[in-house]
């Protein structure tokens, strides 16, 4: 399949292109019905003649150019209708019957109860692109974008997503008049799913009841499955939290495809060099180190300890507390005894082969570096927060 996209260079544009690459080059194999051959970039810097050969070669055109911030009102209509006009004029020219998208917005939806240049001219190309199907007997899908976000958005243009992650991460200031105000936003990864899923013959219809996209087998539109829901301050509240982990170790909740979740990895694509990598406070004595790496609030938190040859560590039991061991370097032996008992548990543990130790409830345990000359590394994962005013934590030693 040779696959037109227009506004190839754009936010949309690059994220999509990318995916693409990746399946056609089988770096991506989770899409093994879908094969790529050609991907015909088109921007506003290419010639008319690219325009012309891939209008008369593709299998598949997504249109994702159009104009978003121009100098004057009538351009939004030059550029988003009239380029619309001339891509399906040239694919008429050529007789290409090839399935057609149409990246349109919202906006559109908002025509007669808020007019706008940005909005009439989105509703334009759909009617135009509407009318092509019908004269052409061509696949046409239409979709009305939300606010998106994610990677490679261009901050201080037309996301308020961008400029917060930007400004953020930066140490800039945003503004935000009132935090109540709700957006509905796209993540860019479910849009390029959903692009992929078009390109398979599986898009999602819909329609729109007032503003709220409602999905149905037959809608006239299409729609990402998937959007949030989130107000201002929510996002404002979120990038603060993400900004301070590095201070704190504190890992916010990021549940399985939450906003939060694609909102933190927008966040880290726009930090600066010097905030990619953030130092850790290592406790460091005669016996080795040990450093917090991160923490979390319903999920304990994980820790490295590093012993020197001949070192005991540990000596201490927990009421409820509990952890798990695990040596990725060196060797070592760990042991446990239960409160009360003379039965030892031993465990030899070794880098060369990874395991997990639990450390239980009510028994005193310890870690031993057996090495003469190598240092002992040990992941430790604990199953609450270490908190001074009530450490859990009492020295006893096992033999």
């Known amino acids: 399949m040779n696959i037109l996209i227009t506004g190839a260079k754009g936010f949309v544009g690059k994220n999509l292109t990318e995916a ?31 325009l012309e050969y891939a209008c008369k070669n593709a299998d598949f055109v997504i249109n994702m150019a159009g104009v978003n911030r121009p100098q004057t009102p009538e351009e939004f209509m030059q550029g988003n209708f009239g380029f619309a006009s001339k891509l399906l004029d040239t694919l008429k020219k050529y007789g290409n019957k090839a399935p057609v998208v149409l990246s349109s917005s919202i906006q559109a939806t908002l025509i007669g109860r808020y007019d706008s240049e940005y909005g009439r001219s989105k509703k334009a190309g759909e009617e135009l692109f509407f009318q092509y199907a019908q004269d052409e007997n061509v696949k046409v899908l239409v979709y009305r974008f939300p606010n998106l976000f994610g990677k490679w958005c261009r901050p201080n243009y037309n996301s308020a997503v961008a400029t917060f992650c930007n400004n953020i991460a930066n140490d800039l200031p945003i503004t935000v008049n009132d935090p109540s105000v709700q957006l509905e936003l ?24 007032g503003i709220e996209t409602v999905l149905t087998e037959d809608g006239r539109y299409c729609a990402a499955p998937i959007s949030h829901h989130v107000t201002l301050g929510e996002i404002v509240d979120l990038l603060e939290s993400f900004k301070n982990q590095p201070s704190t170790l504190v890992m916010p909740e990021i549940p399985h495809n ?4 694609k909102l933190y990895s927008t966040y880290l694509s726009y930090l600066p060099k010097e905030k990619v990598s953030f130092p850790l406070k290592m406790n460091v004595d005669a016996r080795g180190s040990f450093t917090e790496l991160l923490r979390s609030e319903k999920c304990g938190q994980i820790s490295v300890n590093i012993s020197k040859p001949g070192i005991t560590k540990g000596q201490h039991w927990h009421h409820t507390k509990w952890e798990f061991f695990i040596v990725v370097a060196g060797h070592g032996l760990i042991q446990m005894r239960k409160i009360g008992s ?21 028994y005193t345990h310890n870690i031993i570096n057996l090495s003469d000359t190598e240092d002992l590394v040990t992941v430790m994962w604990a199953n609450e927060l270490f908190d001074p005013k009530k450490p859990d934590t009492f020295f006893e030693v096992v033999e």
């Open 258 to 261: 939450s906003f939060a979740k």
């Open 186 to 209: 796209l993540y860019i990864d479910d849009l390029v799913d959903e692009m992929i899923a078009a390109l398979e013959g599986k898009e999602h219809h819909c329609e729109f009841d």
């Open 342 to 362: 003379e039965e030892v548990l031993n465990f030899e543990v070794s880098g060369e082969k990874i395991e997990a130790i639990h450390m239980l409830p009510g």
């Open 20 to 50: 693409l690459k990746c399946i056609r080059d089988g770096k991506d194999k989770t899409h093994p019905g879908l094969e790529i051959g050609e991907l015909y970039l088109y921007d506003i810097d290419s010639t008319a003649e690219e």
